[in-house]
């Protein structure tokens, strides 16, 4: 069970955006924000405010890969996996966090909640190719080596 | 209005929506996945395409007809489109044909079969994902589906639930309820209409059958059965019977060859639920009690009520369904020494519904701590038994229904067709059986093809209000303009899926739009053919009420409080 706090923050946000079907995506997007993630219970309450069934909410929200139902680390790692980033060898640096954060293709997020990579299918930035982004911050063409350094910076700041 | 040239036939169109109706008119079979004319169109699939004179490739289904148009639908091109499509689907598909539960009515199966695919080129790379074995009436199989979004559209738009939708998206997608729930963790109400619809084994039936051949097996069992009105009149689908021809007979005669030792009409029982539900509606209207009163016949309607509109529950009538009624019955009765010989009793329902498997263990489907219907069996399942016991159908000679409960009205057999509960109430409080009066109920309203009905019949003094609906996306609107205020009635008459009974998720498939009118046909007809038309008129109901079950009727026909 979710805090009622979440509630009624939702209710806040739903409130601004007003109560129709039409809303369903703002709301999502700015819960998303608030929480760094989408709780599945506030998607099903949502769905039930603004008069929607909750299947119907669910197929919106796992359409765009950009809703996420799991809680992310406090720093979400967004590495471009786009053909460009790709050929210019994005792989290893995707293997690379993964090897250092014991992390993979099905777990997204270390235990300490600090960490979440994520490929991205382009981040419109070809020419820094191969692209990375840390939470809102970019970091153009990274290595395995660069990659490493910036967890061991990030994990300094705690 | 004008003409197309199909084939190069010219074929005149008047009011049709899309040029796929033009062509089916037109004799031509176009094979579609995710085309229905009772739901919007979706354009899903590609099959309907068809060609112009200019080799443009359009989806007949999503297409206005235009005066003068020219089009192929089966030219070489179109048919290795469609060829390829299919072969495409299979690649994606759970292929075990031969023990599939869908085997021999399955749309993909057919298609795959008329087209000459021999080999699939490509390989699914796909895991196979769990079945849902969790609701007691629908076995979900993601793997068996195609994502025609049938189901999602029919339990949306026609049923008004919306337990099923598509999620994720590209090669991810699937149809599932949100979270990948279990159905029956979901709202889902289990009529079935979803399996009705959809084209494959992916949505289907959960079948019962294995039970009562192990009870039919057992000497020391007595296996009784009922067999639901609207039941008559579809099981001779699978045999080569006319559309909606009545073989109660036959079926009686049926299950008398498997070895059912008893073999009874549910038009009895619901007679009983004429006589219960009348008194029941007279008496709230007498006392105050709750109105409108809304019937309690459909199960999946029920717990649509108890899902969505909980402040309503007291308004549902408390009289058990029919099958309900008639199960506690036969379970009371041959729970007597002097009647069961010695063995003990299993009852069988024969339904042309699956929410009645749901409805049949229910807590309050119990009568002395027994489970009062064992097993519930539809429509599709007994054609499956009939097969399996070697039985030709259409030769064998029909009989008739056994003692004590052997006889019914032709108010009761109406019971599976919409507004038929509500025509043999009436009838049942007419003062007459005469023609005219029987005549002038018929025609007050409540009969034909429309989702929502109104008819308003002058009963003692008063105007007796009543509304008629099939399918629940129509029931949740007169529920919430009755909750709104908007309308007013004493009696409101749910039959979750359209057109009644006749048209149940449990009943052969495919059923085109012949078979909606010439199943109610069936019904009316079985109805018009009977002496005793008013359920008071079975004297059945008079050994019921002052014979062997006096003073047993509130613990037998009502759900217990």
């Known amino acids: 069970m979710l805090d009622e706090s979440y509630y009624r923050k939702t209710d806040e946000i739903i409130a601004h955006y007003g109560r129709e079907a039409k809303a369903l995506i703002p709301i999502m997007q700015d819960v998303q924000a608030e929480y760094r993630y989408l709780p599945g219970e506030l998607l099903a309450y949502i769905a039930k405010q603004i008069g929607i069934t909750e299947t119907k909410a669910y197929s919106v929200a796992t359409f765009y890969e950009n809703f996420s139902f799991e809680a992310k680390g406090k720093y979400v790692i967004k590495v471009c996996d786009g053909t460009a980033c790709h050929v210019r060898h994005s792989t290893p640096v995707l293997e690379a966090l993964w090897k250092e954060l014991g992390l993979s293709k099905k777990k997204h997020t270390t235990d300490d909640m600090m960490f979440t990579v994520e490929t991205v299918s382009c981040l419109g930035a070809c020419g820094l190719a191969p692209t990375m982004m840390v939470n809102e911050q970019v970091y153009p063409a990274m290595t395995p080596e660069k990659a490493l350094a910036l967890i061991a910076e990030l994990r300094g700041k705690g | ?561």
């Open chain 2, 1 to 561: 209005m004008g003409t197309i040239t199909i084939n190069g036939k010219k074929v005149e169109f008047t009011d049709e929506k899309n040029v796929l109706t033009i062509i089916r008119k037109a004799g031509i079979d176009m094979p579609t996945l995710c085309y229905h004319s009772e739901l919007s169109t979706f354009g899903a699939c590609r099959l309907c395409t068809v060609e112009n004179d200019r080799g443009q490739c359009f989806a007949s289904c999503s297409e206005e007809p235009r005066d003068g148009m020219v089009i192929y639908t089966h030219t070489e091109r179109l048919r290795r489109h469609r060829k390829l499509i299919v072969e495409l689907l299979l690649a994606a598909h759970c292929r075990d044909c031969t023990t599939c539960v869908k085997s021999g009515e399955c749309v993909l199966q057919d298609l795959a079969h008329k087209m000459g695919i021999r080999e699939v080129r490509f390989q699914d790379y796909k895991e196979l994902k769990p079945v849902d074995y969790s609701s007691p009436a629908i076995v979900r199989d993601p793997n068996k589906c195609i994502l025609c979004g049938n189901c999602v559209r029919v339990c949306s738009e026609v049923q008004g639930v919306g337990v099923l939708g598509f999620a994720h998206r590209g090669t991810e997608a699937e149809v599932t309820p949100a979270f990948n729930k279990k159905l029956s963790e979901t709202q889902c109400v289990s009529c079935g209409q979803c399996r009705v619809f959809c084209p494959t084994g992916a949505l289907t039936i959960r079948t019962h059958m294995d039970e009562v051949y192990a009870a039919l097996g057992d000497p020391n069992t007595r296996v009784v059965a009922q067999i639901a009105p609207a039941v008559r009149v579809a099981v001779g689908d699978a045999f080569g019977l006319p559309n909606g021809e009545n073989a109660m007979g036959k079926v009686v005669a049926s299950l008398h060859a498997m070895g059912f030792d008893e073999v009874f009409d549910t038009s009895y029982s619901a007679d009983l639920t004429v006589m219960e539900e009348s008194a029941e509606f007279l008496d709230r209207v007498k006392n105050g009690g709750k109105l409108p009163l809304l019937t309690s016949c459909c199960p999946a309607w029920v717990k649509f009520v108890d899902n969505e509109f909980p402040e309503m529950k007291e308004n549902v009538s408390t009289c058990r369904s029919p099958q309900g009624m008639f199960s506690a019955v036969i379970k009371d009765y041959y729970r007597d020494p002097a009647n069961s010989g010695g063995k003990k009793t299993f009852v069988v329902s024969i339904m042309p519904c699956t929410a009645k498997k749901m409805e049949a263990i229910r807590p309050n489907s119990f009568t002395k701590g027994e489970q009062d219907t064992d097993v519930v069996l539809t429509t599709t399942e007994l054609t499956r038994m009939i097969k399996n016991f070697g039985i030709a159908f259409d030769k064998i000679e029909p009989e008739a229904c056994d003692m004590p409960f052997g006889l019914s009205s032709g108010g009761g057999v109406i019971f599976g067709v919409t507004g038929g509960v509500t025509e043999a109430v009436l009838r049942r409080l007419a003062d007459d059986h005469n023609a005219a009066t029987l005549n002038a109920i018929a025609a007050s309203g409540i009969r034909g093809d429309e989702g929502i009905k109104e008819a308003t019949i002058p009963y003692n003094g008063m105007d007796v209000k009543i509304c008629v609906v099939s399918g629940l996306a129509n029931a949740r609107k007169v529920m919430e303009q009755v909750k709104s205020g908007e309308k007013e009635y004493h009696l409101i008459e749910v039959m979750a899926c359209r057109r009644g009974c006749i048209m149940g998720g449990g009943q052969p498939i495919p059923a085109g739009p012949r078979h909606k009118a010439a199943r109610a046909k069936g019904l009316y007809k079985a109805d018009k053919d009977r002496i005793l038309r008013k359920s008071d008129e079975n004297p059945l109901m008079d050994v019921f009420y002052n014979g062997y079950f006096k003073g047993k009727a509130h613990e037998l026909l009502h759900n217990p409080k």
